[in-house]
């Protein structure tokens, strides 16, 4: 298979950790008979020195003319100003809007190996294999807001339509049913309206899944399941505002920031895919970035955008084994212990490829 992916590494440790991953693309291409092409382009605080936007023209034509975006970090602190008019996160506002990416997907995993970071009782972790499905372009964070600038009154507004429900209930739905077959929808339908028409649609979006259970779980009680009953979840649909919030606290499981992938996916095939975190200012530079986030948002591309499924087990099977052979970053350490850099990591998931 032939494939072009618009590689925005951004600021920080952004191309500390995407050059990784093009690394472990690389040897699946040759491992499997596949050709790759990767287009640098400039996305953030890079893009911002460069051309005074975020997300400049060119960078959008690039990704337009790829099969998907791989996404570093952007942000860091000389472009940390929150009254500028041209700011980092910008940029992928742009791309998530101008591509209709409205399904952000977050799988949530514990590592054996790893529980020891996680402050949860090891009893707690067997089993927790989840992932959310964030509705990304919608809800309160799209609404009509306003400080009324009075310093007295402001206000945000959560307004979803049934479509925009509709569309990533489905995602949602068919995601749990090459998992196991079960969805959790988050609402406070106890409270608000919007919450009620969310209910209403994914219950009725169900009715073209019968092979998938349904639960609908409250917001608030969800924060306490998330804690007390992790291994009970499947697919987590929720909200913008929600999914932010929950997934979140999810990642913790995982035993770091570093470790969590992501997708961003529209209605066809073409994804964003990125780690979780940050630009890292504090570790940039120092070879200390954890990779593995990036290197599993790179077999999420494969499996979401190309479909391909047995190289996208291949990878994840690779960081199993580099993480069960002992081989940690920095951030995965205990303090005092023995790490190895970014780049002997990947070079050990390579092996492992
Ligand atoms: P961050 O995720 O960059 O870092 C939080 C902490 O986690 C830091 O101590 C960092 O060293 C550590 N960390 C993060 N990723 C790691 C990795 N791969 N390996 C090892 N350690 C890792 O969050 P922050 O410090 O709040 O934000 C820094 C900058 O990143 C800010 O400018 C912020 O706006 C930006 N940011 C960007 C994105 C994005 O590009 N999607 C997301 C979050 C924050």
């Given at each position: 298979?032939?494939?072009?992916?618009?590689?925005?590494?951004?600021?920080?440790?952004?191309?500390?950790?995407?050059?990784?991953?093009?690394?472990?693309?690389?040897?699946?291409?040759?491992?499997?008979?596949?050709?790759?092409?990767?287009?640098?382009?400039?996305?953030?605080?890079?893009?911002?020195?460069?051309?005074?936007?975020?997300?400049?023209?060119?960078?959008?034509?690039?990704?337009?003319?790829?099969?998907?975006?791989?996404?570093?970090?952007?942000?860091?602190?000389?472009?940390?100003?929150?009254?500028a008019a041209v700011r980092p996160e910008q940029g992928l506002l742009k791309v998530r809007?101008?591509?209709?990416?409205?399904?952000?997907?977050?799988?949530?995993?514990?590592?054996?190996?790893?529980?020891?970071?996680?402050?949860?009782?090891?009893?707690?972790?067997?089993?927790?294999?989840?992932?959310?499905?964030?509705?990304?372009?919608?809800?309160?964070?799209?609404?009509?807001?306003?400080?009324?600038?009075?310093?007295?009154?402001?206000?945000?507004?959560?307004?979803?339509?049934?479509?925009?429900?509709?569309?990533?209930?489905?995602?949602?739905?068919?995601?749990?049913?090459?998992?196991?077959?079960?969805?959790?929808?988050?609402?406070?339908?106890?409270?608000?309206?919007?919450?009620?028409?969310?209910?209403?649609?994914?219950?009725?979006?169900?009715?073209?899944?019968?092979?998938?259970?349904?639960?609908?779980?409250?917001?608030?009680?969800?924060?306490?399941?998330?804690?007390?009953?992790?291994?009970?979840?499947?697919?987590?649909?929720?909200?913008?505002?929600?999914?932010?919030?929950?997934?979140?606290?999810?990642?913790?499981?995982?035993?770091?920031?570093?470790?969590?992938?992501?997708?961003?996916?529209?209605?066809?095939?073409?994804?964003?895919?990125?780690?979780?975190?940050?630009?890292?200012?504090?570790?940039?530079?120092?070879?200390?970035?954890?990779?593995?986030?990036?290197?599993?948002?790179?077999?999420?591309?494969?499996?979401?955008?190309?479909?391909?499924?047995?190289?996208?087990?291949?990878?994840?099977?690779?960081?199993?084994?580099?993480?069960?052979?002992?081989?940690?970053?920095?951030?995965?350490?205990?303090?005092?212990?023995?790490?190895?850099?970014?780049?002997?990591?990947?070079?050990?998931?390579?092996?492992?490829?």
């Open positions: 298979m032939k494939a072009t992916i618009a590689v925005l590494s951004g600021d920080g440790i952004g191309p500390e950790v995407t050059s990784q991953a093009i690394l472990v693309l690389q040897k699946i291409a040759s491992k499997y008979g596949h050709e790759f092409t990767f287009n640098e382009a400039p996305m953030g605080g890079i893009a911002i020195d460069q051309f005074g936007d975020a997300c400049p023209e060119s960078t959008v034509k690039t990704c337009e003319q790829s099969d998907a975006i791989l996404l570093g970090a952007v942000g860091g602190p000389k472009w940390s100003d929150p009254s809007k101008h591509f209709e990416l409205f399904a952000n997907l977050r799988p949530v995993k514990t590592y054996a190996a790893l529980n020891q970071h996680v402050p949860l009782r090891p009893e707690f972790l067997e089993g927790v294999d989840m992932v959310f499905v964030r509705e990304l372009t919608g809800g309160l964070y799209f609404g009509p807001r306003q400080d009324q600038g009075d310093g007295d009154t402001a206000y945000d507004t959560e307004i979803y339509t049934v479509a925009e429900v509709e569309r990533v209930a489905h995602v949602a739905f068919r995601a749990a049913q090459s998992r196991r077959k079960k969805v959790t929808s988050v609402d406070k339908a106890n409270v608000m309206a919007s919450s009620r028409l969310w209910r209403r649609t994914v219950t009725k979006v169900h009715e073209d899944y019968p092979d998938v259970e349904l639960e609908h779980v409250l917001a608030d009680a969800c924060t306490m399941y998330l804690i007390t009953r992790p291994a009970s979840f499947d697919v987590i649909l929720a909200s913008n505002m929600f999914g932010d919030l929950l997934s979140d606290e999810a990642s913790v499981l995982g035993g770091s920031l570093g470790m969590s992938p992501s997708a961003s996916l529209g209605a066809g095939t073409f994804g964003l895919y990125e780690p979780i975190h940050g630009s890292a200012p504090d570790i940039a530079g120092q070879g200390k970035a954890n990779p593995t986030g990036t290197i599993l948002s790179s077999a999420m591309l494969l499996r979401y955008t190309l479909g391909l499924e047995t190289e996208a087990k291949a990878i994840e099977a690779a960081i199993d084994a580099t993480l069960a052979s002992g081989a940690r970053t920095a951030d995965i350490v205990t303090r005092g212990d023995a790490y190895i850099s970014t780049t002997e990591y990947t070079q050990t998931v390579l092996s492992n490829l």
